[in-house]
């Protein structure tokens, strides 16, 4: 049996012409692209390691081009503007009192107006609570001196430190002391 050739791999990570499936990121960068450059659709497919009807389509969906000719140009000025729009729709910003509930994939203000604050670093924690339309864990990232902005009308829980053995006045069940 003789051994495959190996396929050299293009500059971004990916296999060149192999037609092997490359797994790539879900949003494309708009910063690889230059915006004093034209780019067919092949070039821009290379790119982004995505494939050429998937160029087609964002053309379909608003990308501009330079003209209705062959071969399709396309401004590096508009594919970055282009991408970064598609990047910025899809975004969605929670007002004070909400989190991000990923299996709604909107913010949601939780069950109860109730959430828990974990911390994480002094300065740093998660606030978690239930989601009130489909009862799942919902996480959002907060610092502690933005917290007050964060909180909108939500009833927060924070942790409270537990006694000292030494300072309790009860002995322990497990303990040699009499």
Request: aromatic share 6%; glycine share 6%.
């Amino acid at each position: 049996m003789t051994p495959l050739p190996l396929i050299p791999k293009s500059k971004h990570g990916k296999f060149a012409d192999s037609g092997v499936a490359v797994k790539r990121k879900r949003h494309p960068n708009p910063r690889l692209a230059k915006i004093h450059r034209n780019y067919t659709v092949e070039e821009v497919a290379g790119l982004y390691g995505v494939h050429r009807n998937t160029v087609r389509e964002w053309v379909k969906r608003g990308l501009p081009t330079s003209d209705d000719r062959r071969p399709m140009l396309i401004l590096g000025r508009d594919l970055v503007g282009y991408l970064q729009a598609q990047r910025t729709k899809n975004k969605r910003t929670c007002q004070p009192g909400e989190i991000y509930c990923v299996r709604c994939r909107a913010p949601k203000a939780p069950a109860g107006d109730m959430a828990d604050y974990q911390p994480l670093t002094a300065t740093l924690g998660n606030l978690i609570a239930i989601c009130s339309d489909c009862e799942t864990l919902m996480y959002r990232r907060v610092s502690l001196p933005k917290l007050k902005q964060i909180r909108g009308n939500l009833d927060i829980t924070m942790p409270q430190a537990l006694p000292h053995i030494g300072e309790s006045a009860q002995t322990s069940v497990n303990s040699d002391f009499r």
